[in-house]
């Protein structure tokens, strides 16, 4: 894997280690009067012509560098914010422990694995699943305050913790953000999918972009890595790193 653009440089004829990699993507220690204030990151996979997913999920245009990546943002957040769809397609599970990761958890306060955050304002999940009753770290669930009593008392019965982040039945995403850093989740990572990108980025509440590009095209009508509607001034970020390996570019975008 070869670096560029403010990434650390490595010898193109060997893999990068988990250990070089979470320095590479450090998360930034932003502050507001000395104290902690949240900064939410994306991770997404495109392809050339900009399908997210192909046949509905991600993994078929990813890679095992895009993997290594993506166990390194894990391994680096204190929660991992994803959409219901997403949870339903990609069949998401709890995140693990991973030992490589413990020595640099445990010095910065974090528990041994990210929690799970669900957005979700119709609750309709499967609360039997593992995500739900055997995660490391319990199962968040995002939703607003008009949501189903009914499907909230099922998320708290399998264990989940319920967080209001919106006065309606949906979650407001600047609120989802503020809660979550409340609870003391400051370093966030979202995996979409292209919805909740899309509000996330409407809201103007996304700090940093991990996009993977990956070196194959789809064609077809495939999702890109945000929808819904477009803001009304395209948002402007700059390049932070840029990382390359078997064709694969993985770029990190931040708010200027």
């Known amino acids: 894997m070869t670096g560029g653009a403010g990434g650390p440089e490595a010898p193109a004829d060997r893999e990068w280690s988990l250990a070089e990699l979470a320095a590479a993507y450090a998360y930034p220690e932003p502050t507001a009067g000395g104290r902690p204030v949240p900064w939410l990151r994306a991770n997404m996979v495109s392809t050339l012509d900009g399908a997210a997913q192909h046949d509905g999920r991600s993994q078929p245009i990813s890679s095992a560098a895009d993997m290594r990546i993506f166990g390194t943002l894990r391994g680096l957040a204190d929660v991992v914010v994803v959409g219901a769809e997403t949870v339903r397609q990609e069949g998401y599970r709890p995140a693990r422990a991973r030992a490589e990761f413990a020595e ?3 010095a910065a ?3 041994p694995a990210p929690a799970i955050a669900v957005v979700s304002a ?3 999940l499967d609360f039997s699943l593992p995500l739900f009753i055997s995660p490391v ?3 968040l669930v995002l939703t607003g305050a008009a949501a189903a009593p009914d ?3 099922a998320a708290e019965k399998a264990g989940a913790r319920v967080v209001i982040a919106g006065d309606g039945v949906g979650v407001e995403p600047a609120r989802a953000v503020r809660a979550l850093g409340e609870l003391g989740y ?3 990572l979202t995996e979409g999918g292209p919805r909740l990108l899309g509000q996330l980025i409407a809201a103007g509440v996304l700090d940093e972009l991990c996009l993977a590009v990956s070196p194959m095209l789809t064609a ?7 929808g819904g509607p477009s803001v009304a001034v395209p948002q402007r970020f700059v390049l932070a790193s840029l990382l390359e390996e078997e064709g ?5 975008y931040r708010r200027p």
């Open 186 to 188: 400051t370093r966030l």
């Open 104 to 106: 640099l958890r445990q």
């Open 248 to 252: 694969f570019l993985f770029t990190r």
């Open 151 to 153: 499907r909230v008392a």
């Open 122 to 124: 119709s609750l309709d």
């Open 109 to 111: 306060g974090q528990a």
């Open 137 to 139: 770290v319990p199962t």
């Open 220 to 226: 077809g009508d495939a999702q890109r890595i945000a």
